[in-house]
T-cell receptor, first 116, second 110 residues
């Protein structure tokens, strides 16, 4: 079945560091990828939607200069948290969807980001 | 605005049947999905309904009524491993964006 690989699983770094998270669809072409943020015991908050080869569409309140998203190929999207601060600490999850509005989203295992 | 409502918690015993309801109010609708998430893990896709009616996949079934903006997830023969959070999610028109409900925490007791 469809597999989405997200790397790294855990990141602990100092305030001011930029962190890149990768999301890969291993056995299908992901025409659309989504990036979510989740706080403990809360729901998934959509941050942005990216279509291959296009600029990402950010949700209201999400700083595009803070969270840089690149979706350069049909199998890879990256999220870079620039100049991360403690308030950026969270669980970040990507999901990927192949072409077709009724195709399911498949999620990566998530990245737990801790900024000291 | 867009909103999905589902109960915050449900408790049941092993072997029982549980129904988790979801009502939605969204600007567009393309389908209703259900996801399972264990603590510390990522969501796992369970089911998707684009049309009215019941979809069955093993012990899990999902139902949709578009006229009522309502759906539910039915879990049968509950097992301890079913203890998790369950999210309903609506895919908007065009299928390019999914809005998640707040989630229902299911506790299965022995």
């Amino acid at each position: 079945g469809a597999v989405v690989s997200q790397h790294p699983s855990w990141v602990i770094c100092k305030s001011g560091t930029s962190v890149k998270i990768e999301c890969r669809s291993l056995d299908f072409q992901a025409t659309t990828m989504f990036w979510y943020r989740q706080f403990p015991k809360q729901s998934l908050m959509l941050m942005a939607t990216s279509n291959e080869g296009s600029k990402a569409t950010y949700e209201q309140g999400v700083e595009k200069d803070k969270f840089l998203i690149n979706h350069a190929s049909l199998t890879l999207s990256t999220l870079t948290v620039t100049s991360a601060h403690p308030e950026d600490s969270s669980f970040y999850i990507c999901s990927a969807q192949s072409r077709g509005a009724h195709q399911p989203q498949h999620f990566g295992d998530g990245t737990r980001l801790s900024i000291l | 605005g867009q909103s999905l409502e589902q109960p915050s918690e449900v408790t049941a015993v092993e072997g029982a049947i549980v129904q988790i309801n979801c009502t939605y109010q969204t600007s567009g609708f393309y389908g209703l999905s259900w996801y399972q998430q264990h603590d510390g893990g990522a969501p796992t896709f369970l089911s998707y309904n684009a049309l009215d009616g019941l979809e069955e996949t093993g012990r899990f079934s999902s139902f949709l009524s578009r006229s009522d903006s309502y759906g539910y997830l039915l879990l049968q023969e509950l097992q301890m491993k079913d203890s998790a959070s369950y999210f309903c999610a609506v895919r908007d028109t065009g299928g390019f964006k999914t809005i998640f409900g707040a989630g229902t925490r299911l506790f299965v007791k022995a």
